[in-house]
């Protein structure tokens, strides 16, 4: 049973590029949620998608946005790249309950 | 909005010693407690989780955790650690909003454990 995956590992990009990270859930999941954790800090939360809806929104410019589609798999986009979007951007796939399983992250670098 | 604390950001302890890592939270209602763990190069593992009943949990690898909700504490504690634990540890607290739960993580401790 694969857990949750998140695609590519790592990215490097430049200053007002856009990028597109991708999430497979865990097998049974429905819930995906993303998180940002810079450098010496928590996760912090993005966004929760359920039903291919947004269903919660943390503090995030609307540069930050997403899409789940009918596998429940999931994208995050990032338009117009600052320096301080640099980051692991995680994954988390849950089902009712709350408990959330991540994934391994996706390091952005931007320069 | 719920905050979530942790104390301390760097503990560093010989194997055999007792570990105590605090957690605070700021929430008056109901909350569901966690306590990730990451170890080097891996991604984040749920280590331990209250939701209710005996406020005293026990979750993987001789780690446990006590809920005091008079002072909104959920601190983690293992009575004898062992270089293999050697980690990042986050705590996160969830509350029911808009029909989903959403944590809110504090910002780690790193763990060193010399052998």
């Known amino acids: 049973d694969a857990g949750v995956t998140q695609s590519p590992t790592h990215l490097i990009k430049t200053r007002g590029q856009q990028v597109t990270l991708r999430c497979s859930p865990k097998?049974?999941?429905?819930?995906v949620s993303w998180y940002q954790q810079a450098l010496g800090q928590g996760p912090q939360f993005i966004f929760q998608y359920y039903e291919e809806e947004e269903r919660q929104r943390g503090n995030f410019p609307d540069r930050f946005s997403g899409h789940q589609f009918p596998n429940y798999s999931s994208e995050l986009n990032v338009n117009a790249l600052l320096l301080g979007d640099s980051a692991l951007y995680l994954c988390?796939?849950?089902?009712?309950?709350?408990?959330?399983?991540f994934g391994p992250g996706t390091r952005l670098t931007v320069l | 909005a719920q905050s979530v604390s942790q104390h301390n950001h760097h503990v560093i302890l010989s194997e055999a010693a007792s570990l105590e890592l605090g957690c605070n939270y700021s929430y008056g209602g109901t909350v569901n407690l966690f306590w990730y763990v990451q170890y080097p190069g891996q991604h984040l593992q749920l280590l331990l989780k209250y939701f209710s009943g005996d406020p005293l949990v026990k979750g993987i690898k001789g780690f446990e955790a006590e809920f005091i909700k008079s002072k909104f504490s959920f601190n983690l504690r293992k009575p004898s650690v062992q270089w293999s634990d050697t980690a990042e540890y986050f705590c996160?607290?969830?509350?029911?909003?808009?029909?989903?739960?959403?944590?809110?993580f504090g910002r780690g401790t790193s763990l060193i454990v010399h052998p």
């Open positions: 996160a607290v969830t509350t029911l909003s808009g029909g989903s739960y959403i944590p809110t």
């Open positions: 988390a796939s849950s089902t009712g309950s709350d408990t959330q399983y």
């Open positions: 097998s049974g999941h429905d819930t």
